[in-house]
């Protein structure tokens, strides 16, 4: 997963300037209120709001600005109303792309998110293309901890998570869905520092990306994660290790 090591890498560089522009609020605040609009705005009985509201908190979203979106989302208060969808594609070397989205207007979203597409070099694709390339996981990543991988993966086992990997100077933890919270929990009562906690798909086999493709794939990638529509991408194209991104 080197590859996709160092997307995340990159990721994690413009989620501090995100955070800067002031962008990240608005994205959790839609995340936010889709959940609640799903499953209630109770995060006791609702595992997605309380991951998202866990996810805001940690990126110093205010606590009124949480409730807000709560109430907004369930019906208490006036506001903007976002429905989720999923879009699906193709990028540069067939990479398959499956992207979650937030709006208020699928028209307008499925317009820009095609031209974005048409524009760098993949193509917008009919649902369900390449849904079937992907699975759902629940991902932890545990960072700032003395325990070793092998005690780590012992943990891993004992309280029933899938698999561990080591991506850099962090370990990755990933469970089924449904028993995400409990493996953090877990995790967390041992002492373990959990920094992020989440539900993504997972590509269940990578293509490696060569050269001029990895770089129109990045830029592509990289464009769709700004589009303030898109919750979450996902793909299975894998950077080459001497891939170097330019970000400017």
């Known amino acids: 997963m080197s590859g996709h090591s160092k997307w995340a890498n990159i990721k994690r560089k413009k989620a501090k300037v995100d955070a800067v522009k002031g962008t990240v609020f608005s994205r959790l605040t839609k995340e936010i209120m889709a959940a609640a609009k799903r499953g209630g705005g109770n995060p006791e009985t609702n595992f997605r709001l309380r991951l998202a509201i866990q996810k ?31 879009y699906e594609g ?17 028209n307008r979203t499925a317009g820009e998110i095609r031209h974005i597409f048409s524009r760098h070099g993949g193509a917008l694709g009919e649902t369900g293309c390449v849904a079937w390339m992907f699975e759902p996981k629940g991902r932890l990543v545990i960072t700032n ?82 589009h303030d529509d898109v919750e979450k991408v996902f793909f299975n194209g894998e950077f080459p290790d001497d891939f170097e991104f330019d970000e400017a």
């Open 56 to 86: 805001a908190k940690s990126s110093n979203l205010p606590q009124a600005n949480i409730d807000r979106a709560v109430r907004r989302a369930t019906g208490q208060e006036d506001g903007v109303h976002y429905e989720e969808t999923v």
């Open 90 to 106: 193709y990028g540069p070397g067939g990479v398959a792309i499956y992207l979650q989205i937030l709006t208020d207007n699928r």
């Open 145 to 226: 901890t003395n325990k070793s991988e092998e005690e780590l993966l012992d943990l891993t086992i004992e309280v029933g998570a899938d698999d561990l990997r080591r991506e850099d100077d962090e370990f990755v933890v990933l469970t089924a869905p449904d028993v995400l919270d409990e493996v953090r929990e877990d995790f967390e009562s041992r002492q373990i520092n959990v920094s992020e906690v989440e539900l993504v798909q997972l590509p269940k086999t990578t293509t490696e990306v060569p050269g001029d493709e990895a770089r129109k794939l990045a830029a592509l990638i990289e464009l769709l994660e700004d």
